[in-house]
DNA sequence: GCCAGTCTGTAAAGAGTCCC
DNA sequence: GGGACTCTTTACAGACTGGC
């Protein structure tokens, strides 16, 4: 199937790469309302548990808004109630005005992803009392965990946890609050506004409705990624798809100096692209591991010529870079990593490495890696700061002399 | 041989529980 | 009281499998 037109725009890498940038929005925005404007912005914000420094979704903010508190967002999810956890890109916090729209996905769970619903899918007949159970407890009781049934109610923890996210998945359920990781289950009709719950939308809405959402919040569009679309589509099917919204006059193909695969960008961003005078942040930024910028990790290496992945989930013999490590932005490059850790006791951010990317290294930078250190440490209210291997490795001795 | 899809190993913090 | 242990949360990366 030939999806290329000849109508097909050439960028160089450097256009692209400011377009991807910039709407990114990086430190565009201010205080509680800044971050909510940021999630709207970035579509969703994907959530992970790991917290070696604050917890990706809070690092993503921190990028945004310049005076960025994690207490913003959990006012915004569980005092406001603007926003919501649910399936996008993986789990994920969402604005709440998409609610509606995505109670199509939670009435029919079973067209769409989550291996582990699929697992308990085969296990729904035999839970029918255990949901029944849960379902009627909640509503008798209020919030509750997983936790809570183990030890209070004749449920098995395991078992609570399998029935609350099955019910979660399916929308009878929302996140009430987190405490620590665990996270209390309330009754949906009791914790949103009733116009919320009672909208369903259609197949086909929710189809055009998240198609829609994925490619503004990737930016560049690419049939590889492994959540393209974030709907169950096979290859064959994303290129009819394609193909569609560029007859459609929805989409366009677009080629990028030095690249052979074809990208494509949601016509609607076609002028932004083509703007490049559009001002960008200039600060360094440490990028979270799963930040809505390194979503597709493939389009990354292409355009930055930068080749990044998290080493969290390699065995450690494997990890060259570090357990946590985080690529540096600078401008619309990427110029290093660096591998952070919080000891919360102590109050100091040991940083295990930060390695700047060859020729990367002016003496210019090490005043903006400092504000950028500085910035890091207040965010995660750390009075003090170890750094134990630097490249080049005089940086070591720069910094320090800064920041000490 | 290549590509798409599936399965598994991996690790962290915080809260709760158990036992000395 | 406090240390040791367990449970909970998550999905990427790499290994593996199967189809063409």
């Known amino acids: 199937m030939q999806l290329e ?18 709407k990114q929005g990086f430190l565009q925005k201010k205080g509680k309302n800044g971050a909510y404007d940021a999630l709207r912005q970035l579509e969703c914000i994907q959530i992970d548990p790991i917290s ?8 993503v903010l921190h990028n945004r808004v310049v005076d960025y508190k994690p207490s913003h967002l959990e006012e915004l999810l569980y005092k406001d109630r603007v926003a919501f ?3 996008c890109n993986e789990k994920s916090i969402i604005p709440i005005e998409d609610f509606p729209k995505f109670r199509y996905r939670m009435k029919n769970p079973s067209q769409f992803h989550s291996p582990f619903y699929e697992r308990i899918k085969a296990q729904s007949k035999e839970l029918h009392k255990e949901i029944k159970y849960v379902l009627s407890e909640i509503k ?21 946890t399998k029935v609350l996210n099955l019910l979660w998945d399916c929308g009878d ?15 949906t009709e009791r914790v949103l506004p009733s116009n919320m719950n009672e909208e ?11 198609i829609h959402k994925y490619m503004k919040a990737y930016g560049l ?4 990624d492994w959540r393209f679309s974030w709907l169950p589509l096979k290859i064959p099917q994303r290129k009819a798809m ?7 006059d929805k989409l366009c193909p677009i080629k990028i100096e030095d690249i052979k695969h074809t990208y494509y960008v949601l016509k609607e961003n076609l002028s932004l692209l083509e703007n490049s005078d559009t001002a960008i942040n200039e600060s360094i930024l440490f990028i979270a591991p799963l930040d809505n910028l390194l979503w597709n990790r493939k389009m990354i290496s292409d355009l930055f010529d930068f080749d990044y992945a998290w080493e969290v989930y390699k065995v450690p013999e494997k990890r060259i870079y570090g357990y946590y490590v985080m690529p540096i932005l600078y401008g619309t490059n990427f110029i290093g990593r660096i591998d952070p850790k919080l000891d919360r006791q102590n109050r100091k951010m040991i940083i295990h490495s930060l390695l700047l990317e060859e020729k990367c290294f002016g003496e210019n930078l090490v005043d903006e890696l400092v504000a950028a250190l500085q910035r890091f440490l207040s965010f995660h209210e750390a009075s003090k700061i170890e750094i134990n291997k630097t490249s080049p490795k005089k940086l070591k001795r720069a910094l320090m002399r800064e920041l000490s």
Not at 202 to 210: C, G, N, T, V
Not at 242 to 248: C, S
Request: proline share 2%.
């Open 221 to 224: 569009v690419d049939i590889r």
């Open 200 to 210: 369903v939308a259609s197949r086909e809405e929710y189809e055009q409705f998240i």
């Open 173 to 187: 359920l929302v996140i009430h609050h987190v405490e620590g990781n665990r996270r209390y289950f309330d009754l």
């Open 52 to 59: 070696v420094v604050h917890p990706n979704h809070h690092l």
């Open 242 to 248: 394609i193909k569609r919204m560029i007859e459609a």
């Open 85 to 87: 956890e649910y399936w």
């Open 140 to 160: 008798k009781h209020g919030p509750l965990s997983s936790g809570e049934f183990e030890q209070k109610r004749k449920i098995e923890g395991k078992l609570a």
């Open 5 to 22: 037109s000849t109508s097909s725009k050439e960028f160089s890498k450097e256009a692209v790469r400011h377009f991807l940038v910039f």
